[in-house]
């Protein structure tokens, strides 16, 4: 079974943009999550989305958002990018057990 | 607060020289604990769940124990391999935070 995929690996912004990374879980795969990852903070939870619906979300702004499709396909969105987003942002997938699978990550750059 | 917290920061052993990692977490409802390794500019890879206290599971050189508190990742005989960067989390319903807490992680280096 192909594992998580998550495109594009390496993105530059400029402050003030706007983005949008995409995840493809591994087939049958019906939850997704993302994730954001830094040095400082360590690995801290974005949101979850199970059947097209978002089922948790955590502590982030607005600015963050996602949203996923019939095949189970996610999105995230980060807009008006600040140079304190500028980190590796996971997804994982999972299906009706609690294990999460992550994906190789985006590494996005604000400057 | 609901908090995960991994010890020690950093570890160097020499190859073969057996240790543990620590993950003491304080959480209210627990469902489950994860361990994952992380390799540079990778995601994290599954390695074990563990749901109640005196639970242990095994992988190659690596065991995982799980008390009411707290959690530890045995290494015996560790290869250069091995290194990489260990992280715990805590997997449970209803938090503000998601249903899942990383730890910070161990960065592990073993060297030949």
């Known amino acids: 079974k192909a594992g998580v995929t998550q495109t594009p690996r390496y993105l530059i912004k400029t402050r003030g943009q706007q983005v949008t990374l995409s995840c493809s879980p591994i087939s049958g795969h019906r939850s997704v999550s993302w994730y954001q990852q830094t040095p400082g903070q360590g690995l801290q939870f974005l949101f979850e989305?199970?059947?097209?619906?978002?089922?948790n979300k955590g502590n982030f702004p607005g600015r963050f958002s996602g949203r996923q499709f019939s095949n189970s396909r996610s999105e995230m969105n980060v807009s008006t990018l600040e140079l304190g987003d500028s980190a590796l942002y996971l997804c994982a997938s999972r299906q009706t057990g609690d294990e999460q699978y992550f994906g190789p990550g985006t590494r996005l750059t604000v400057t | 607060e609901d908090q995960v917290t991994q010890s020690p920061e950093a570890l160097r052993l020499q190859e073969g020289e057996s240790s543990s990692l620590n993950c003491s977490y304080t959480v209210s409802g627990l469902r489950g604990l994860f361990w994952y390794r992380q390799d540079p500019g990778k995601g994290p890879e599954f390695l074990f769940t563990l749901y109640s206290a005196g639970e242990e599971k095994e992988k190659e050189r690596l065991k995982a124990t799980l008390t009411k508190k707290e959690s530890f990742l045995h290494i015996t005989a560790p290869k250069p391999e091995d290194s990489a960067t260990y992280l715990c989390?805590?997997?449970?319903?209803?938090?503000?935070?998601?249903?899942?807490?990383f730890g910070k992680g161990t960065k592990l280096s073993v060297k030949p």
């Open positions: 989390a805590v997997f449970y319903y209803g938090g503000s935070q998601g249903n899942l807490i």
């Open positions: 989305y199970f059947s097209e619906t978002q089922r």
